[in-house]
């Protein structure tokens, strides 16, 4: 199976400020297709998860542009810009590349 | 709107059978594969199976393989997960997903004597 390592496992942050995390793959998440099935999920306090980012780097619907993703093969990264109070939550990196499908142990964001 | 809704968690005792449905609405089901995901209380995501827009195929991983039958009725556009054997270790809420896109809202599945 795929692991998916997360740091940090929990951030403090102040609005305005710029954070990141990281994801790490036990193995490539290049498809035969060439595509890197690769994306980032917010879980916000007593919410199903919402999709972020898609394939690496692909905003997802309705995501605002402070959110962005970077990466290949097996080290990704999950950056947002200027955090704002409704960012915080758990956020998780999962692939869909190789099957069973698996998700990184979660990055638990708060607001300082 | 793309709309999931779950239904059919419930407290269960061991060893016994229950049985999920998802009804979506908002989107050309049968052209997408559809997928459960599940989270213990307090606990992370997994992956619990996964099948095609067709329903020809399905996949799961080695913790629920044998026990968890994934199906699908496009013609009502509903996604279903059929779990016997249960242990307390499947006790989670269970969510029904589109290519991660989407989610439901969840059902809590409770395995306890």
């Known amino acids: 199976d795929v692991v998916m390592t997360q740091t940090p496992p929990s951030l403090s942050v102040a609005i305005g400020q710029s954070v990141s995390i990281s994801c790490k793959s036990s193995q490539s998440l290049v498809y035969s297709d060439g595509k890197t099935y690769l994306h980032w999920l917010l879980q916000s306090p007593g919410r199903s998860p919402k999709r972020l980012i898609y394939q690496v780097s692909n905003l997802g619907s309705g995501v605002p542009d402070r959110f962005s993703g970077t990466g290949s093969q097996k080290d990704f990264t999950l950056k947002i810009s200027r955090v704002e109070a409704e960012d915080l939550g758990v956020y998780y990196c999962a692939q869909t590349t190789h099957f069973p499908f698996t998700f990184g142990s979660g990055t638990k964001l708060e607001i300082k | 709107e793309v709309q999931l809704v779950e239904t059919g968690g419930g407290l269960v005792q061991p060893g016994r059978s229950l049985k999920l449905s998802c009804v979506a609405s908002?989107?050309?089901?049968?052209?997408?594969?559809m997928s459960w995901t599940r989270q213990a209380p307090g606990k992370g995501l997994e992956w619990v199976a996964s099948i095609t827009n067709s329903g020809g195929s399905t996949y799961y991983p080695d913790s629920v393989k044998g026990r968890f039958t994934i199906s699908r009725d496009n013609a009502q556009n509903t996604l279903y997960l059929q779990m016997n054997s249960l242990r307390s270790e499947d006790t989670a809420t269970y969510y029904c997903t589109r290519s991660l896109a989407y989610w439901g809202q969840g059902t809590l599945v409770t395995v306890s004597s």
């Open positions: 908002g989107f050309t089901f049968n052209n997408y594969w």
